[in-house]
């Protein structure tokens, strides 16, 4: 057998697992989380608003079917690493064009395998999420745990000014039905991809964006996209919300944007004991009275007891049905609506991308 | 929407008796649906004419109808009762067919009886081939080119425009009947004829064949909302050209993109909301094309199906429970998930474990009949097992099988002839994993086992990583040499003790001594349908070789019990029934009832049955880890027929406490030669006999018992390869073919009484007191196998005197073989002569027959004694039978085309039915009993 490298995991509270390494040798930091999806890694791990955070997936293989290009979420693996059980650079789809481990090396990610992912699980949904590291380098936990402790915490932090874009760019063709403003705090590649099958023409533009260079560009609509860190750490993005819902254009916002339409609106926002990752997530739309099976990635969330207080402004249009969390609202007499999970899915299911066409209606009226 | 106030009595329809493609897991279902309904307080009626069945039990529902599923039978049960609604999806196509029939007859109509959770123009249109295929692609959706053919000369002109290769369907035939796969035309003639006059309407229908495309199936619920969720993707690991219930099937989908996922879920959903307005389950299937993803629709089944049952064991999701409750009006979003207690019924249950399902074939029991897998599904049961990976999963189900193998290779059963592995591997039969991995073992390259077998080069690359460490392990001596992480790795790829004993050439003790020391244990995991996402309640797990152990034992007392592993010829769903009950009397008898099985079609596996269960094989190692760590006050093998009572031995020679009868009244039993001397004192009267082990020694003593003779191999199941010779030339050969076959057995040689008559008796004994349970006499003469034979209860033709002597010899017999517990016995009677054939130390087939047709929860009485909590004077017992009840037998040859379908002493069943007669004069008895001498004259 082909000697295995060793590597560990440690979480802040000092917990420590013992596995094999996987992807490049070297040490990674970030908070822990856990997703539930049974397909889609690549998806997962090119989603930008996983930046900063240490991805353990559920599913018990990683890499059968390799990778693909088209596959990609954004143009990088944004997880700074990857705590699985078994891991496997041996792949069959023939569409594929590369391994993991190979898709790993070329990303310079650092992982760790055969550990027991169920444990970790059940102690992130005990302890709630917290940081931690993986070194294939320094096995000393006690040594890690100098690195580990120079971490700060995600509560506070802000990141999409990290994963945005730096130049504005469009997307989609320019002659489509609809002119749409992307505000990117870390964008997948899906939702454009949405829009523009519906006839937008997409602007993509950096987070920081002011609202005066937004409004130059004449759009039909308003995107505000998902993104990795603390909403309640984006003055500049909440400023910028504002100022779009004093024009009274319409606004489609996803996670991240869902979050800040509410703080646009004055609602609070919360750090979650472990968040919301997986493609099964139950949520009911109050408005139709119908369900949808959607795909979640968020470690915030919109207080559900602060929004009850915006009663005459705001309408709770989705619920998640197992913990009766705030999944989306409408901002009344207006044209603006935000959803706390993926519509655009990649991974996950397609029951939610009539949002997409709502947020057309909504322009077209 | 809540439920549907109006609803207050619902029938449901069961499967009948256990066919081939229709088996225990509607039981499954049907026990499920009537418990989920009556938690409802729902009254319920049921209907089956399987007697074997828990469904049909009064713990399972209100009014029991052991009844032929027939229109009169339904007609009789709304006469009597008032029933609101009808619920036919829980009962395959059986039950379906029946609410159809009845359907067209008014019946429905006329008593004002409502079908819910099924759509009969839904059902019409997926049965319908054209239909159906127009639907699919009316919805924009693909399917496999086809054609219609009403003469071989459309026939022949398909042919030309599809080409080869191609599949022949017949129109209106059940289980693939008659269909065929054509290669080349030179088959093509005969085939397309074979086809046409199979069917009803002389109507085939002629597909392009998809081989080697990959094989998916998903299980869906939809509510009345038409909110839709899917509840579990099967990916089958052997391709299209397969049968589904005769291919290896993976869960979750182990080679699938989510791009081509999704795809697939989104058809599955377009699908079932296009087939009417039903609530309730339904399996979708797909073929997707390696090489450009492309996706064809196969089929749909607007029910409950086959593989719900195993979708539920596999994701902990209760498909048919909640399908109930759809049924009823409830949306999904409205009830609980079971397993969490607290999150919602509607979502998709998501899996950190790797399910394999592998099927359980009997081809021994049908000599003459073709082996190769294809069209038409032959398994007779199935395993499922549960690994951290894909490889522990799939040795695991090795493991389960029992056929004598310990994982997948490596334990002494490997071919080794390249021509001849390499012909299996294209030929397809019951063992091709296994020639796989000898092709891979033997340095068949990866990509030519590919191209013969179809199978994704994944699961190739992962059988070969099997071979690997094969040979990495090779290389040491002794068990103290294999260093500890290497060790640890064999255990994560499912290796048993057994296997890497015999790759080192050692005992398996040695190998188990020093893993122990080494502190490689298995940990166990719990099956939650969330990934750990959210703490359950359920106490339901699976061995691993993780770190953390999720199972704690409690402090009560507890009692293990042994399921009977997967259905086969002779051991069913019969067993299964005895294990339920026997779970329910150790928990009302205060103890902590715990369950050990592996067969997925089974109500015992139900996670609420138990108070925790461990879905393991039956299987030494498995078992024996899970006592050490439960630490039981004793083990019942009792319940679980012959597969938990071979365990028995193990269990005694490692202190086990095995509960009721003890091991070496089990072994004295069994073993012919004590048997017959412990009768001899006793002064019963036995066949003479004798045992050879070689072909000489078995001509001498068939000369002395004279013959004719009975010659069969010393134990094995259900009578197989079991004969009756007349003469030296025919016992040669048929004691050379045993020893071919089973070269380690010894052959029993019992002398044959002819034109006699067979009886059995069903007992319980507590020490002091016998409870004769039945006793039951067989219309067909000595020679049939009892599990063949229609059985009478109670006896109808035997004297006074011939009854009152199998009784006396039961109690001697009870008595001397210390029985506490059950008891079978089986006697011939010739005049008024008894003579004892066997006595059987466990529950037997026919123990839920009699408890059915005498209403008597007599396992629940046997399993208290067992205990020791009970005597049998403790209970009152009321038999309750106008006239009599027959066990009739039922069979599956039209799975098997050129098998001998004459019955012999070699079981070939695969269930029953019970009738009710009033008396002799009863026309289907008058029937079943001039046959009796058909059979004599032969």
């Known amino acids: ?365 | 929407m809540p439920r549907d106030k109006s609803i207050k009595s619902v029938l449901i329809i069961g499967s009948g008796p256990i066919i081939i493609g229709q088996a225990c897991e509607f039981d499954y279902s049907g026990s499920q649906a009537s418990r989920s309904l009556r938690e409802e307080g729902i009254e319920v009626s049921l209907i089956n004419s399987n007697p074997a069945t828990i469904m049909t039990d009064p713990v399972t529902a209100d009014h029991i109808y052991l009844l032929p599923l027939t229109v009169e039978s339904i007609i009789q049960i709304l006469e009597e009762r008032q029933i609101d609604a009808v619920l036919p999806t829980m009962g395959g196509q059986t039950a379906l067919n029946l609410a159809i029939e009845a359907g067209k007859h008014g019946v429905w109509e006329k008593y004002n009886t409502k079908l819910i959770g099924v759509d009969l123009d839904a059902i019409e249109l997926t049965e319908n081939r054209e239909a159906f295929r127009q639907h699919v692609i009316d919805l924009g959706l693909e399917v496999a080119p086809s054609m219609i053919a009403n003469s071989f000369l459309e026939g022949k002109d398909a042919s030309q425009k599809i080409g080869f290769p191609l599949v022949i369907r017949p129109s209106y035939t059940l289980g693939g009947t008659g269909g065929s796969f054509v290669f080349n035309e030179s088959e093509f003639d005969d085939l397309l004829r074979r086809g046409l006059e199979a069917s009803p309407t002389h109507e085939v229908l002629i597909d392009k064949a998809v081989l080697g495309w990959k094989e998916y199936e998903l299980e869906l619920l939809r509510d009345s909302n038409d909110d839709v969720v899917i509840i579990c993707t099967v990916e089958n690991m052997d391709p299209m050209g397969i049968h589904t219930g005769d291919s290896i099937t993976v869960a979750p989908a182990m080679t699938l993109s989510d791009t081509a996922f999704q795809r697939m879920r989104n058809q599955a959903i377009l699908m079932m909301r296009s087939l009417g307005e039903f609530a309730g389950g339904c399996n979708v299937q797909f073929a997707l094309d390696p090489e450009t993803e492309k996706l064809i629709v196969i089929e749909i089944n607007p029910r409950v199906s086959r593989s719900s049952a195993l979708a539920s064991k596999a994701t902990g999701y209760p498909i048919a429970k909640i399908a109930a409750k759809l049924a009823l009006g409830y949306h999904l979003h409205e009830l609980k998930n079971q397993i969490t207690g607290n999150t919602s019924a509607y979502f998709e249950p998501t899996l950190d474990y790797v399910i394999v399902k592998m099927p359980r074939w009997n081809f021994e029991k049908f000599i003459g009949s073709d082996v190769t897998l294809g069209l038409q599904m032959k398994s007779v049961g199935e395993v499922m097992a549960i690994g951290r990976n894909f490889l522990e999963a799939l040795q695991k189900a090795c493991q389960s099988q029992e056929n004598n193998r310990h994982g997948l290779g490596a334990d002494k059963k490997e071919w080794i002839r390249t021509s001849d592995i390499l012909e299996r591997l294209e030929k397809v039969s019951d063992d091709r994993v296994y020639r796989l991995k000898d092709a891979l073992r033997l340095g068949v390259p990866e990509k030519t086992v590919q191209k013969l077998t179809k199978i994704d080069p994944w699961y190739i690359k992962q059988i070969k990583t099997l071979v690997k460490m094969e040979q990495e392990l090779q290389r040491y001596n002794v068990a103290e040499d294999i260093p500890e992480d290497f060790f640890r790795q064999l255990k994560v790829c499912g290796y048993s003790d057994a296997q890497i004993a015999w790759t080192l050439r050692l005992d398996e003790e040695e190998v188990t001594v020093q893993r122990k020391k080494l502190g490689i244990n298995r940990t166990y995991k719990m099956v939650d349908t969330c990934a750990g996402e959210f703490q359950a309640q359920t106490p339901y797990f699976y061995s691993t070789f993780d770190s953390e152990n999720e199972s704690i034992p409690s402090d009560k007392k507890k009692i293990i019990v042994l399921g009977s592993g997967p259905n086969r010829i002779g051991q069913g769903i019969e067993f299964d029934y005895c294990c339920v009950h026997g779970i329910m009397a150790i928990k009302e008898a205060g103890y902590e009832a715990i369950m050990i099985n592996c067969n997925p079609e089974t109500v015992s596996t139900d996670f609420d049955i138990a108070d925790k269960l461990y879905f393991e094989p039956i299987y030494w190692e498995h078992i024996k880890d899970i006592i050490d760590l439960e630490k039981p006050e004793g083990v019942i093998v009792q319940l679980g027929g012959q597969t938990a009572l071979k365990l028995a031995e193990k269990f005694a020679q490692n202190g086990i406490k095995i509960i009721g009868t003890s091991f070496s009244s089990m072994d004295l039993a069994e073993d012919r030669g004590s048997f017959s001397d412990l009768l001899k004192d006793l002064d019963v009267p036995y066949p003479r006999y004798g045992v050879a082990n070689t072909a000489d020694e078995a001509l001498d003593i068939a000369n002395e018992v004279s013959y004719p003779v009975l010659v069969r191999p010393s134990y094995v199941l259900g009578g197989q390869r079991m004969r009756i010779v007349i003469n030296d030339d025919e016992l040669e050969r048929a004691v050379l073919n045993i020893f071919k076959h089973m070269p380690d057995n010894k052959v029993l040689i019992d002398q044959f009484l002819e034109r006699t008559k067979e009886a059995e008796v069903d007992a319980i004994y507590d020490g002091e007191e016998l409870h004769v349970m039945g006793i039951m006499e067989h219309i067909e003469p000595a020679g049939i196998h009892s599990g063949d034979s229609s059985a009478v209860l109670p006896t109808y033709s035997l004297s006074e005197k011939a009854v009152a002597t199998m009784v006396e010899y039961t109690e001697k017999l009870a008595h001397a073989l210390k029985i506490r517990g059950l008891i079978n016995m089986q006697f011939a009677i010739k005049d008024d002569e008894v003579f004892v054939i066997e006595a059987n130390p466990r529950a037997s087939r026919t123990t839920p027959f009699i408890a059915k047709a005498y209403n008597v929860p007599y396992l629940n009485y046997a399993t208290k004694v067992m205990l020791g909590v009970n005597k049998l004077k403790d209970f009152n017992i009321e038999k309750n039978l106008n006239g009599y009840a027959i066990k009739v037998p039922v069979f599956s040859f039209e799975k098997f085309p050129n098998v001998d379908k004459n019955l012999g002493p070699e079981m070939k069943s695969t269930g029953e039915k019970i009738i009710y007669i009033k008396d002799l004069d009863d026309p289907f008895f008058r029937d079943l009993d001039s046959k009796r001498s058909m059979f004599l004259t032969r």
């Open chain 1, 1 to 365: 057998m082909e000697s295995v490298r060793e590597a560990i995991l440690l979480l802040d509270d000092g917990t420590c697992f013992k596995g094999h390494a996987a992807g490049i040798k070297g040490t990674t930091t970030g908070e822990i989380c856990f997703n539930t999806s049974m397909t889609g890694y690549q998806e997962v791990f090119t989603d930008p608003s996983y930046f900063g955070q240490i991805l353990v997936t559920t599913n018990a293989h990683i890499g059968n079917y390799g990778t693909k290009d088209e596959d990609e979420e954004s143009k990088k693996i944004q997880i700074s690493g990857l705590v699985c059980k078994n891991f496997t650079d041996e792949y069959s789809r023939t569409m594929a064009d590369q391994s993991i481990q190979q898709y790993f090396e070329e990303n310079n990610i650092v992982s760790i395998y055969d550990v027991d992912t169920r444990a970790i699980v059940k102690h992130i949904r005990d302890k709630g999420a917290m940081n931690c590291a993986i070194s294939s380098e320094i096995l000393d936990p006690a040594e890690l745990k100098k690195i580990l402790d120079k971490v700060p915490k995600m509560e506070g932090l802000e990141l999409a000014s990290k994963v945005t874009t730096t130049e504005p760019y469009t997307y989609g063709e320019e002659n489509a039905k609809y002119k749409i403003a992307a505000l990117d705090f870390g964008i997948k590649e899906n939702i454009l991809k949405c829009l523009s099958e519906r006839g937008c023409y997409i602007k993509v533009f950096p987070a920081k964006t002011s609202y005066q260079e937004l409004l130059a560009w004449k759009a039909d609509g308003y995107f505000l996209s998902n993104g990795p860190g603390d909403p309640s750490s984006m003055d500049y993005a909440i400023e910028t919300v504002k100022e779009i819902l004093n024009q009274k254009a319409p606004v489609f916002g996803i996670c991240l944007g869902h979050q800040l339409l509410a703080l646009a609106m004055g609602v609070s926002t919360y750090k979650m004991h472990h968040g919301h990752r997986g493609s099964n997530h139950p949520v009911l739309n109050i408005v139709s009275g119908k369900c949808e099976i959607t795909s979640q990635n968020h470690g915030f969330g919109v207080d559900p007891k602060d929004i009850e207080k915006f009663n005459d402004q705001i309408e709770v249009t989705h619920r998640n049905l197992n913990d009766d969390t705030v999944e989306g609202i409408k901002v009344k007499e207006q044209k603006a609506f935000s959803v706390q999970f993926h519509p655009e899915a990649s991974p996950g299911p397609h029951d939610s991308r009539y949002l997409f066409d709502q947020f057309i209606q909504m322009i077209e009226n």
